[in-house]
């Protein structure tokens, strides 16, 4: 059996932008370097392999396939909610 290898997809989604797109991909140790500068850089991470499998055929540039739309909006509206209850939390600190 072939053993995974890492992947990482950054995913931007300006205003004015139809749909998020790719902003930058790696996999193996260069995976794992991306997901540490978002980490230090308080860009939120979500560890979806299945996601970033199907993402990774894509161009760095290109927008999301439309079949993957349902589970990436579902992804940024966790992400939104993370902000929001860090947010939250830190005004009431």
Excluded at 16 to 33: D, T
Aim: proline fraction near 4%.
């Amino acid at each position: 059996m072939e053993e995974e290898i890492f992947s990482a997809v950054a995913l931007r989604y300006p205003e004015w932008a139809e749909a998020p797109y790719i902003s930058a991909k790696a996999k193996g140790s260069v995976a794992q370097r991306l997901v540490e500068i978002a980490e230090e850089n308080d860009v939120p991470v979500v560890e979806n392999a299945e996601m970033a499998n199907v993402l990774s055929l894509q161009s760095v540039g290109s927008f999301i396939p439309e079949s993957t739309y349902s589970a990436i909006a579902t992804i940024f509206a966790f992400v939104i909610k993370l902000d929001e209850a860090k947010l939250l939390d830190e005004a009431n600190s």
